[in-house]
């Protein structure tokens, strides 16, 4: 029973981390949808392992793409003068992309 339920923990943490941006009821709302499916079958360590690496590439592809748009990000040094009148540098990015 004990490692069912680890495995269920395992399989949220999992959604959690490769969709970030959702909520958690959502979350859970997803894993609990694929839990009812397969909690009950008899391979169902493998269908959760299965899962657990579909969820882990989907975490992967989503930080890639975010590496991939930080690479293409031109950093600008500007100078500007502070309401004081003292020179200051401040970091601005510049997008090089087209599409934003």
Known sequence: MSDKRKLYGDLYNA???AYPNKTA???QSDTNTFWNSVKAKDDVYDL???KLCDLGNVKRKNAGNLLSFWSQV???KKTMFNYF???KLQ???LCQRKDL
Request: glycine share 6%.
């Open 15 to 17: 959604y959690k981390l």
């Open 25 to 27: 009821q959502s979350v």
């Open 48 to 50: 959760v392992q299965k």
């Open 74 to 76: 031109k950093i600008v």
């Open 85 to 87: 009148g003292v020179l």
């Open 91 to 93: 970091e601005a990015c």
